[in-house]
């Protein structure tokens, strides 16, 4: 059974204090890593995929990379509006290709 | 281009009443979820559909949950009778492609709460 875990639940920053979340996985053959952003009252926004140890990708202040244990999501010089709940999600390819999510990390930056 | 649209965004009855969530996903989207977001976790599959066939159901409660999706478009999830415990907000998502990498673009979800 596929596993996502996501550390810390919760994390505040000032803004411009950059930051890192934690995204730890066990999948059978691992097809996709996905990072989600959602706002209050929201569905998840997709933010980036991620297929192979070694990867990295990059939109405005976010950065993701993958490893073959887990994925860390870069936060650098946050503002308040990345103020978010941020789920990591995998896909495997031994589970009909359905996402597992994590429980997320709550962000919370102050101006 | 519009997104997932779901009603109605909000939703609250009591304990054994019917209830029914409605979902539009993007168009030309063959592939359509139902999610389940209970408080303070990640979304969790009930259902998933390419076109109008339902290709995993092993996670619905089969008991009172059932959905269709008629057409290969819109589809409906309904609960009946609703518990307490189904109190949750119910999110649609949509992807092109069966069997793809391609991401899922989430609906803002229905908040269910049963009294």
């Known amino acids: 059974e596929d596993q996502v875990t996501q550390s810390p639940e919760a994390l505040r920053l000032q803004e411009g204090e950059s930051s890192s979340l934690n995204c730890s996985y066990t999948v059978s053959g691992l097809r996709g890593l996905f990072w989600y952003r959602q706002d209050p009252g929201k569905g998840p926004e997709f933010l980036f995929t991620?297929?192979?140890a070694g990867e990295e990708k990059e939109k405005e202040r976010l950065k993701a990379t993958l490893t073959k244990k887990e994925s860390f999501l870069h936060i650098t010089a946050p503002k308040p509006e990345d103020s978010a709940t941020y789920l990591c999600?995998?896909?495997?390819?031994?589970?009909?290709?359905?996402?597992?999510f994590g429980k997320g990390t709550l962000l919370t930056v102050n101006p | 281009e519009a997104g997932v649209v779901q009603s109605p965004r909000y939703k609250i009855i009591e304990k054994k009443q019917p209830v029914a969530f409605w979902c539009n996903p993007i168009s030309g989207h063959n592939t359509l979820y139902w999610y389940r977001q209970n408080l303070g976790q990640g979304p969790e599959l009930l259902i998933r559909?390419?076109?109008?066939?339902?290709?995993?159901d092993s996670q619905l409660p089969k008991d009172r949950f059932s959905a269709e999706r008629l057409k290969g478009v819109d589809s409906t999830l309904k609960i009946q009778p609703a518990e307490l415990g189904d109190s949750a907000v119910y999110l649609c998502?949509?992807?092109?492609?069966?069997?793809?990498?391609?991401?899922?673009?989430f609906g803002p979800g229905t908040r269910l709460t049963v009294l």
């Open positions: 999600a995998v896909k495997g390819g031994g589970s009909n290709y359905k996402l597992t």
């Open positions: 998502a949509s992807s092109p492609r069966q069997g793809t990498l391609n991401e899922q673009f």
């Open positions: 559909y390419e076109n109008e066939e339902a290709v995993d």
């Open positions: 991620l297929y192979s």
